[in-house]
């Protein structure tokens, strides 16, 4: 784990910090991210918590389609 602290904007800090960096970089998806060289590797943990949510949206829409059907 590193932490920098900077006066900067959020986003341009981390594409300062990462400059020149071009290997595998995994984040959480912070769109700044994605403005540097890096290769992104994504977040199992996060992935897994867009299907879970995915999950409970479906099952609420399905319950509601019942109660009106």
Not at 28 to 56: M, N, P, Q, S
């Amino acid at each position: 784990m590193f932490i920098q602290l900077s006066l900067k904007s959020r986003a341009q800090c981390a594409i300062d910090f990462l400059d020149g960096y071009q290997g595998c970089l995994h984040v959480d998806g912070y769109k700044a991210y994605g403005l540097t060289e890096a290769k992104l590797v994504a977040c199992l943990l996060h992935i897994r918590c867009e299907f879970a949510d995915a999950k409970k949206i479906q099952a609420k829409k399905v319950q509601e389609k019942s109660m009106w059907s």
